[in-house]
């Protein structure tokens, strides 16, 4: 289910956008629209715009279309009569969820529920879902605190003005180059571009360095050993360091692999030492897979590839996903309803196609084909760093999630305006990256395809 290749007509964005950019120009900031879409045209791994250009869609809408466009699958949720109620109408699921609602959640988000997990908060995008997380994180670290008492009328009065107790001088510590969402509790812990935090107030919360490896791992495993152990000798420095300050840390938060700061990863080892640390010093331990969720790294959670029994107390996901929302621990329930909430607390019709999505990744063995792509791109972006070894560098990933550095940032943007002229869509992240969020479905013979056409470009570079 998908076209045979790409097929251009114009170069992008062609007349009939800039035609719509103009108009939508008059009603919102349009400049960080690429084109406009003919979603009705686009099918499987191939985005169509709306002056007839086929691309292949190797960034799929900044990594959250988990099985294609069109999928015939989803077309069919839609035209099942038992989900039109689910379509019409949108429960307030904190107060009034639906029959089915319980059932549900748990034959999809629950069949995916991160090792050590049964419970999960639903929510509607990334930001939001990271949102509550922290909120959720302080309030158990206070209740942690408080033990049996009560909150004191200092607490509950000095609340209603921003003060402590009542808002308490708690942090917590993210990672330079993390990304975890533009709302101004998840701005305090993103630090991938200055354009995201300039103007906005933030919090005094500690960042910590993450580690900076050098390629090819099995060439720098001392160098890149003894870059990790600096980098979590760091952070407990910066816990001890903010408890000293009456700031305490309550919670870690992290990604499996930096998207947005560079396509960052670290080793397993890396991670399963950060969790004990956080453990030590009682912080709660938040794992971001917003964006590398969903099957992109060959296992449905990127934080599977460190093979932890119990990985975390938090997982907050969107994307690919469909809707957000976060896995928590038992203790990390808030104590009183109301106090995680807002008027829909997530989607349930949008519950309804990750459930399809789901069946059709089992029932297709996508994971297992993730991998296998991932490692067809992986080695063919091995090969041309090798043939244009002044242009490309650092080719890294897991599964399809990977990346590769070009020799600077106009270098890259070039790149990928060149690759998408050709047919492909790629997207940027961190100074110089090129990232690469193929949907489940982007077989070896999509990565044939993409590796022949980046060929030309490069060559033409
Ligand atoms: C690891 C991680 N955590 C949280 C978020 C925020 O999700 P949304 O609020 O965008 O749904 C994201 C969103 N990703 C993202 C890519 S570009 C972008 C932006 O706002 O420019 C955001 C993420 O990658």
Redesign the pocket.
């Known amino acids: 289910f998908d076209y045979d290749g790409p097929s251009m007509k114009t170069t992008v964005p062609g007349p009939r956008s800039k035609e719509l950019m103009k108009q939508l120009g008059q009603i919102q900031n349009t400049g960080a629209i690429n084109f406009f879409c003919n979603y009705e045209e686009s099918k499987g791994n191939y985005l169509v715009d709306v002056d007839g250009n086929r691309m292949l869609d190797i960034y799929t809408q ?1 990594s959250s279309i988990p099985i294609g466009y069109n999928h015939p699958a989803l077309l069919k949720v839609m035209a099942n009569p038992n989900n039109l109620s689910t379509f019409v109408n949108r429960p307030a699921l904190g107060i009034l969820p639906p029959e089915n609602f319980p059932d549900k959640i748990t034959e999809s988000l629950l069949s995916v529920a991160p090792s050590g997990m049964t419970r999960v908060q639903t929510m509607s ?3 939001c879902s ?1 949102e509550n997380a922290y909120k959720a994180i302080f309030i158990w670290y206070r209740n942690k605190e408080r033990g049996q008492n009560t909150p004191t009328n200092e607490e509950l009065n000095t609340s209603m003005i921003n003060q402590a107790p009542g808002c308490p001088e708690l942090s917590i510590l993210s990672f330079m180059g993390g ?4 709302t101004l509790g ?1 701005l305090a812990t993103t630090h991938s571009k200055a354009i995201h935090k300039l103007d906005i107030p933030s919090f005094d919360w500690p960042v910590a360095p993450f580690p900076r490896l050098q390629y090819p791992l099995d060439e720098f495993t001392r160098e890149n050993a003894e870059e990790e152990a600096r980098c979590l000798e760091e952070v407990e420095d910066l816990i001890v360091k903010w408890r000293q300050k009456g700031k305490p840390v309550a919670g870690i938060v992290i ?1 499996p692999i930096q ?2 700061g560079g396509d960052n990863h670290a080793s397993p080892d890396f991670f399963r030492r950060l969790r004990n640390i956080a453990r030590k010093h009682g912080c709660a331990f938040h794992v ?1 897979e ?2 590398t969720g969903g099957g992109g790294t060959g296992k449905f959670w990127a934080h599977e590839h460190w093979g932890m029994d119990d990985p975390a107390d938090i997982v907050s996901f ?1 994307k690919k996903l469909l809707s ?1 929302g976060y896995y928590h621990k038992d203790e990390l329930q808030p104590d009183k309803p109301y106090r995680i909430f807002n008027t829909w607390m997530g989607d349930p019709s949008k519950n309804l196609f990750l459930s399809e999505v789901l069946n059709v990744i089992r029932r297709e063995n996508l994971l297992e084909e993730v991998t296998r792509s991932g490692k067809a791109l992986l080695n063919g972006l091995y090969e041309l760093q090798a043939q244009y070894p002044s242009i490309l560098s650092r080719a890294r990933g897991q599964g399809t999630f990977c990346a590769i550095d070009a020799f600077d940032d106009a270098t890259r943007d070039r790149i990928l305006l060149k690759a998408r002229d050709k047919g492909v869509l790629l997207g940027g992240c961190g100074d110089r990256s090129i990232r690469f969020r193929p949907a489940l479905v982007f077989k070896e013979y999509h990565v044939n395809l993409f590796l022949n056409i980046f060929n030309d470009v490069l060559a033409q570079h």
């Open positions: 900044i995008c990334g930001a990271n990304f975890h969402g533009r998840c990604e998207a947005e971001d917003v964006q969107s957000g």
